[in-house]
């Protein structure tokens, strides 16, 4: 794989995890937990890819391409962080609204009792 391909990977994940966040802040004003915590399972996970493949590229990219793509990664990463506070800050206003995700025990939450 060419060191562009992963790259542009990560720019697709980051694109998702934008959109993600930019949803989320718009339903957190009045959204039930049955709309809400899909879209807040679906911004982690897909935070978590675009940390794994980041620090995947990071790692495994020679010295030659990590210069070569520098700006981009430095964006990257500032991004990565803006979207791990905005992440944070919706699972505390979340909270507050008393969305759980996790159920008792750790469980996943489920809106559908069992």
């Known amino acids: 794989m060419k060191p562009a391909e992963p790259l542009t990977h990560l720019m697709a994940l980051q694109e998702h ?5 930019q949803k989320v802040d718009a339903r957190l004003t009045g959204e039930s937990p049955e ?9 982690v996970e897909t935070l978590k ?16 391409a990590r210069s070569a793509f520098q700006t981009e990664l430095q964006k990257l990463k500032t991004t990565f962080q803006k979207l791990v506070q905005s992440s944070e800050a ?3 206003k979340s909270t507050q609204k008393g969305i759980r995700l996790t159920g008792i025990g750790g469980k ?3 809106p559908h009792r069992s």
């Open 17 to 21: 995890a934008s959109d993600l966040s």
């Open 35 to 43: 709309q809400l915590v899909p879209l807040l399972q679906d911004q």
């Open 49 to 64: 890819r675009f940390q794994n493949h980041l620090a995947t590229f990071i790692a495994e990219g020679s010295s030659d």
């Open 90 to 92: 919706h699972y505390q």
């Open 108 to 110: 996943p939450y489920s």
